[in-house]
């Protein structure tokens, strides 16, 4: 059987960090994997996941499972985070799950029982999973406008074209905030425009986010996931805690489902944990209780949040700061758009000769579309990026 088994394309990515740990020169700079680190290149554990790590050392009596979805404490928490007072909770079921692809698995999982013909919408670029999580499964997948590269912005006239055309009972896939790969967003006056045109359509959504509040604060990322929780009568949401808790390796993520008036909540959760029983059995539990610790507490909530807007404001200032180097070294405002977007990744409109330039002449790593990943950067290695980017352009 294994005989027959076909060779994988490597990951681009892991790929990439093969090449960056393999290059001897000292002075290397990884822009490629998207993880936060500080100035000086590490990824801490925040200090209010470490004290929640701390609390529960000293409280847990057990490691036995809890739930085929996971905690229900851990879904009301991750439910008022996400969304607020958009939707009353009974209008709300959950599924914890293995990070953020474990909770976008879950939701394709559920779109190919309910809807096996349906067609997802993704946008144009996508963060590379998704096409590949949605094929693996059989689902059919088109793209929509999303990106004007020669702007760095969003090409919102296009996207609301091609959203115009898609067939009834698609599914149209959607990032809640700080894009990836491109860091353009949705302005709040687009998310109602979308949103108005959603509300007129028979289109099934699910909202991929990722990094709340790693854009332009908690609260204001996800202004466009709670809009349309509010708007449409049914939602899917895949939440990562990877980014803004820190947890990469412990895994935490969730789907939430925000039930249509009417629809029994019992059905709809016992489905979820179904499907969670077939994919993995029992969610893993430990991030999930460090999350649902730091968000039930009020002080470790207040610590947490404070933590999180110092690696927020932290990335805009070094977005400013390569922003302004490559206007002065290229004496252009081709860059400016660095400066506007928002997240931790920005896609610079480089050839992949000039990214592979970047990598042998200047060992500085990025993704071969020209992502890169601006957490990768601090106050001294901006300038030596600029200077790289002026010579190979």
């Not at 925040?46 to 996971?70: C, F, N």
């Not at 949103?195 to 202004?223: H, M, N």
């Not at 933590?307 to 290229?330: F, H, P, W, Y």
Request: aromatic share 6%.
């Amino acid at each position: 059987m294994l005989e027959r088994l076909l060779p994988q394309p490597e990951d681009k990515i892991i790929q990439l960090m093969a090449l960056l740990r393999d290059d001897p020169r000292p002075a290397k700079i990884d822009l490629g994997v998207g993880v936060y680190k500080d100035a000086s290149g590490h990824t801490p554990v925040m200090r209010a996941v470490r004290e929640a790590g701390r609390r529960l050392w000293d409280s847990e009596t057990t490691k036995t499972y809890v739930a085929l979805a996971g905690d229900p404490g851990f879904h009301a928490a991750m439910g008022r985070l996400v969304l607020g007072d958009a939707v009353p909770p009974a209008r709300l079921a959950a599924a914890a799950a293995p990070g953020g692809t474990g909770a976008l698995r879950i939701g394709f999982d559920l779109i190919h029982k309910t809807a096996p013909g349906a067609t997802i919408w993704m946008s144009d670029p996508t963060w590379p999973n998704h096409p590949a999580l949605a094929s693996d499964l059989g689902l059919k997948t088109r793209d929509y406008r999303y990106f004007d590269s020669a702007t760095g912005d969003v090409d919102f006239d296009g996207m609301l074209s091609d959203i115009g055309s898609i067939p009834d009972g698609d599914v149209l896939l959607l990032h809640g905030c700080c894009h990836n790969p491109t860091g353009a967003n949705l302005t709040p006056a687009q998310w109602d425009k979308l949103a108005d045109v959603l509300a007129a359509r028979k289109l099934t959504v699910l909202i991929d986010i990722a990094y709340q509040g790693f854009g332009d604060g908690l609260e204001e990322d996800a202004y466009g996931t709670r809009l349309l929780a509010k708007r449409l009568p049914e939602l899917l949401v895949a939440a990562s805690c990877s980014k803004n808790f820190g947890v990469y390796r412990d895994r935490v993520g969730v789907l939430l489902a925000v039930i249509p008036e009417g629809t029994e909540h019992a059905t709809v959760q016992a489905n979820l944990a179904m499907l969670n029983r077939l994919n993995y059995s029992f969610p893993p539990d430990h991030g999930a209780r460090l999350v649902q610790t730091v968000l039930n507490d009020t002080d470790l909530m207040a610590g947490w949040q404070a933590e999180l807007e110092d690696v927020r404001l932290s990335m805009l200032g070094l977005r400013k700061q390569l922003a302004d180097e490559l206007r002065r070294l290229t004496n252009s405002d081709r860059f400016d758009f660095v400066a506007r977007h928002r997240g931790m990744f920005s896609r610079l409109g480089l050839s992949p000769d000039q990214v592979a330039r970047l990598r042998t002449d200047h060992a500085i790593y990025m993704v071969g579309d020209s992502r890169i990943n601006i957490a990768g950067l601090n106050a001294n290695s901006v300038p030596i990026l600029a200077r790289a980017i002026a010579a190979v352009i």
